[in-house]
């Protein structure tokens, strides 16, 4: 996106460049290489501002990930979930009115903010057509949304640091959380290990199914519920049983984490190498 968004011009009143002569190329090319800037491909009175919408729609998208961690967070440290908190220090104050608060004050706010970034995109969007490509109804726009953007999201990434840096977990409740169901979410791992010994997908589709609706009303665990079924006790062993946790159903999700971690450090690495 550098490429692309970081050019400038020198070309004259309506871009034709008509008052430097035949030198106007070089004339560009030399100040641009002072500014250390691409010369724009064209231009008129003004750089298209097509380039800048594209740049206040790329702050928009970072703006929305840290918008849907920030969400998460929150969601995940409700009371009845509590699975993660933000950092929360031992004399900070929750709520002014109930002692025992501890509310995710970065979070909401880094949430709160992006919804600022969202709404300047479109003004960013409707500076790209202009009176006869030279009027300057963009200038006032840009003075706002262009710097309001930066600055929002340099505070957002700011909080997400103290966030994610300081981010507390409760495995007790995840273990719990994990449970909450009964086993019912190992339903397919239970078929899977099924179709594994010979029986025939749907078959095994069929026979989970039932056994996980008499589990939901029963209120019984999925897993006890397989143990007790005829059919089931013939494909699968004791082994097989304890083998159906959902500790143990978590696919390839450490690699995968991993992966992205390496993709972005090669990604850093690259850019400190050429900076």
């Known amino acids: 996106a550098k490429d692309r968004l970081l050019v400038g011009q020198m070309s004259g009143a309506v871009g034709t460049m008509a008052s430097f002569g035949e030198k106007g190329m070089e004339i560009q090319r030399l100040v641009m290489e002072d500014l250390k800037l691409k010369p724009a491909r064209i231009s008129n009175q003004i750089i298209q501002r097509d380039i800048y919408a594209e740049l206040i ?16 967070i ?3 440290q409700r009371t009845e979930i509590l699975e993660v ?18 509310n995710p004050i970065r979070s ?20 790209n057509p202009l ?21 929002l999201l340099d505070e957002m990434l700011k909080n997400m640091k103290k966030v994610l840096s300081g981010l507390e977990f409760f495995p007790e409740n995840i273990k719990c959380n994990l449970y909450l169901t009964n086993n019912l979410i190992m339903a397919e791992p239970l078929m899977l290990k099924l179709t594994e010994k010979g029986m025939g997908r749907q078959e095994a589709h069929e026979i989970v199914r039932q056994i996980a609706m008499k ?7 999925l897993i006890e519920v397989a143990r007790e079924n005829e059919v089931v006790r013939e494909y699968l062993g004791e ?25 972005i450090e090669e990604i850093e690495q690259k850019e400190a190498q050429e900076s």
């Open 131 to 151: 009176w006869h490509e030279r009027d300057l109804t963009n200038s006032s726009v840009e003075r706002v949304i262009l710097p309001e953007t930066f600055m």
């Open 215 to 221: 589990a939901f009303y029963e209120k019984r665990d």
């Open 57 to 72: 729609m790329i702050l928009a998208l970072i703006a929305s990930t840290l918008d849907k961690i920030a969400l998460e």
């Open 74 to 76: 929150r969601n995940l």
């Open 239 to 263: 082994e097989d049983f304890e083998e159906l946790k959902p500790e143990s159903y978590i696919g390839l999700a450490p690699q995968i984490v991993d992966d992205v971690i390496q993709y």
């Open 108 to 127: 909401e706010k880094i949430c709160g903010l992006a919804r600022i970034i969202y709404s300047n995109v479109i003004p960013a969007l409707l500076n």
């Open 85 to 102: 908190s933000e950092p929360f220090g031992k004399k900070q104050v929750g709520s002014s009115t109930m002692p025992h608060k501890r």
